[in-house]
């Protein structure tokens, strides 16, 4: 936290009013609404390390090491190029083969649809046809 205080501190605070805030009610719950311009700045303490002390010294890179890192970049983009290259046209081919069944799907959905509807269409016997029967008789 930038105060070096935990939460439920800053809370304490703001209930007692040592720092300036309003409390208002959120979707998640009520919340505290600090004014962060006046809090108080966190002291920098005085034994506090340099930075820059203990850091490694790095040495410029050469060009040697530059020139192998570029060439190694170009050659990975090259690879990659023909990556995406071979992956669209196997998509490509995945795409035709795909249409191509489903053609062949409904051309054969089509022929069992004809081959159903033939079938399921009875045939009367020359005994049972259509013709009205007399009130009389029951079959």
Known sequence: ???GVSAE????????G???????????GPA???????????????DAPNITEGAPDSAPASDAVVTALTSHIDDLRRQLATQA????????RLREDHAR???????????????????SVPRL???QSSAPRPWWKMW
Do not use: G
């Not at 501190?9 to 007692?16: D, E, M, Y």
């Not at 040592?18 to 998640?28: D, G, I, L, Q, V």
């Open 125 to 127: 016997a020359d005994s």
């Open 18 to 28: 040592t720092y300036p805030a309003e409390r208002r009610n959120t979707p998640y």
């Open 32 to 46: 505290w609404f600090v004014d962060a311009s006046a809090l108080p700045a966190q002291p920098v303490p005085e």
């Open 101 to 119: 069944e489903i053609a062949t799907l409904r051309d054969v959905n089509r022929d069992q649809y004809v081959i159903l509807e033939r079938l």
């Open 9 to 16: 501190t800053v809370r304490k605070h703001c209930r007692t």
């Open 1 to 3: 936290m930038r105060l």
């Open 85 to 92: 290259t071979a992956h669209t046209e196997a998509m490509q």
